[in-house]
């Protein structure tokens, strides 16, 4: 059964004179899920209202979203360190927030960044640490607060490719329900996703989960008309997925 599931969403931020999403159902299975597309096609807002952080922007929300697992998002910039804490804080706050009892939490605490491969950045705080290393003990902060799937927002960005490597590998040990990625760096994702959602103008226009073609698909990229051509070789498999509108 699928972890997240998207009906016929509509959505709008405030500012927005039209429709971002455009009509999306999607259901994100277990497993590793790359939403990819075009800038300004919808995939942050596709994450940010998958996950629920949209909440926080505001707009207008149309059809149905269910979660049925506890879900966060990494976004793209890490602005969700709002206190100037350590790592080693920043995680036992998560725990604790999460309700586990302070004498467990510092020891879980180790146990997540030892996972997650922050345990030599315990003791910093987390305002003085590279991108890449927030980048983690953002993933470890969500692990101690409890998520079992996690979406992360251009997450290679920061990276060079030995780090994106890395990265992925670590995605795929973690014992988590799903790990959604969006992405347009497609040629560091290769092997990487199960399953892989195109997005262009806030519509789905293609879903594959076939191997050879998610391979395809996400060895391939990055060229001109990619998405163009995905969405007319899937045209049949997205029939149905665009919905109608709202109203
Ligand atoms: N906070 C926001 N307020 C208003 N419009 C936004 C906001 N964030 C994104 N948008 C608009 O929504 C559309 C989709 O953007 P986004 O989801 O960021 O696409 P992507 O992540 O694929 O580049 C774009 O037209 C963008 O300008
Ligand atoms: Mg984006």
Redesign the pocket.
Known sequence: MAVIELNNVWYR?P??EDW?LRGVSLAIPRGRTLIT?P???????LLRVASGAIEV?GGVLEGRVERRAPTMLVPQVFDMFVLNLTVRDELVYSLENAGVPPPEAAAQARRIAEEVGVDHLLDRRVSELSAGERQRVAIASAIAWGARVLMLDEPLAYLDPAGAKSLLALLSKLDLDAVVI?EHRLHLMESWPDKVVVIEGGVVKAVVSNPEEVQEVASHGGGAGLWGAWSARMAIQVAGCEGGHPR
């Open positions: 931020y500012a927005s971002v597309g800038t300004g096609s919808g995939k942050s807002t922007y969006a």
